[in-house]
């Protein structure tokens, strides 16, 4: 599940995948067939098919988590460029005022 304000798993969640990774990871060692490992996991064949060549390509280690996805977009020293230049205003960057354009920005635009 995702969650709007963090775009991605909990730490929870990441952990409960990650249990379900390496347990399907055993079962290959076991030689499980990809069929059933799914079944008793409740995953996807798919989602098994890609975690054994993962498996096989790197490791038991590829299957454990690699953290959370989310990359800050902008820097620390980024954010604090636009902290600034947002509070110089919209004057300093050469709006007369601050009212929006008539008709938002969408205006004009013909559907």
């Known amino acids: ?38 079944k008793e996991l409740r995953v996807s064949e798919r989602s098994v098919e890609r975690r054994r060549r993962a498996r096989r390509e790197g490791g038991p280690e590829a299957l454990r988590s690699a953290g959370s996805a989310k990359v800050p977009r902008i820097s620390v020293a980024q954010s604090a460029v636009l902290e600034e230049e947002l509070g110089r205003g919209p004057a300093a960057h050469g709006f007369e005022d601050q009212r929006k354009i008539s008709g938002g920005p969408w205006a004009g635009f013909r559907w």
């Not at 991605?8 to 399907?24: K, M």
């Open 1 to 38: 599940m995702r969650h709007a304000e963090s775009g991605g798993l909990t730490a929870e969640r990441r952990a409960f995948h990650e249990q379900v990774r390496l347990e399907a990871g055993a079962r290959f060692a076991a030689g499980g067939k990809t069929a059933v490992i799914a």
